[in-house]
Every structure is written in structure tokens, then in C-alpha cells.
């Protein structure tokens, strides 16, 4: 245990400084001998987003706009969820910034805002869930990704 806690004292102030630097989210997952995965992130967004905890009970229904701002997807949540939520794409919605569902499933959302996505046919909007729901969708239905 007392060795754990010496390389610690030397990787959290190296991952602090590296984060500090970095221009954009930074996540990583260390796997300890028992078999236990630990989960860290930062938050390097390119301006101040206000974050919310939100729990989303079993049986939440989430219905998503097309880019036309019609209705667009509809699903309901298989599992609960609590999650670190924002406002990114619109004032009608909290995004999945971070979460974990009842089953144990967690989604990490890193960004580059300068990334492009091609443009989506409008004969695909009923069908297309928007990307910063992606965590939400992934969270409400489904318990693992294997």
C-alpha cells in the first residue's frame, strides 16, 4: 500500500502539470493487480461550460431534435443514469459530459472543437442521434459495449 501511495505523490503532480498544458480533454484508465479499473479525466474546454450532477431515473424519455429543429429520435432509458451534464448543442438539453448507468457502463466525452463532422442528408435526420447525445443513448440502453 505504502508503495502505491509514493508513486502517486510523483504521477498526480505530472498528470496535473500535463493537463494544465493541454489544449484539449484528457482521459485515462489505469487496471490495478485485482483486476479494478480506475477512471480519471480532465476538463480542457475552450471556454467556461456551466455542469450540472443530473440523475436520470429508469424509464426517462429523451426525445432529440433534427438539425432542422424538427422531432427527431425518441428512446426511453433501460437503466438510470447519473451524469456530469452541460449545455452544448442547445438550451432544451443537458449533454452527457461524463456518466455511468445502473449496470455499470460509463462514457467519457472528449471534445475538439475544431473537428468537422461531413454534413448529414436530410433524408438520414429521423434516424440520426445527435453526437453530444451519444453518451445519453449509449447510458439508456445498453448495460456494456462488449
Given at each position: ?128 442521434i445527435p453526437v453530444t447525445s451519444l453518451g445519453e443513448w449509449a447510458l439508456a440502453r445498453f448495460a456494456t459495449v462488449g
Amino acid at each position: 500500500m505504502m508503495k502505491k501511495s509514493k508513486a502517486m505523490l510523483f504521477i498526480a503532480p505530472a498528470l496535473f502539470s500535463y493537463a494544465l498544458a493541454a489544449q484539449a480533454c484528457t482521459t485515462l484508465a489505469i487496471q490495478d493487480k485485482q483486476g479494478d479499473i480506475f477512471h480519471g479525466r480532465t476538463l480542457e474546454y475552450m471556454q467556461d461550460l456551466p455542469s450540472w450532477l443530473t440523475y436520470y431515473p429508469a424509464g426517462t424519455q429523451f426525445d432529440k431534435k433534427t438539425p432542422d429543429g424538427r422531432q427527431g429520435v425518441s428512446y426511453q432509458a433501460k437503466y438510470p443514469i447519473l451524469a456530469i451534464t452541460s449545455n452544448i448543442t442547445d438550451g432544451d438539453s443537458r449533454d452527457i459530459l461524463e456518466g455511468m448507468n445502473s449496470a455499470g457502463l460509463s462514457f467519457s466525452e472528449n471534445m475538439i472543437m475544431n473537428a468537422q463532422l461531413p454534413p448529414l442528408p436530410a433524408s438520414e435526420y429521423k434516424q440520426a442521434i445527435p453526437v453530444t447525445s451519444l453518451g445519453e443513448w449509449a447510458l439508456a440502453r445498453f448495460a456494456t459495449v462488449g
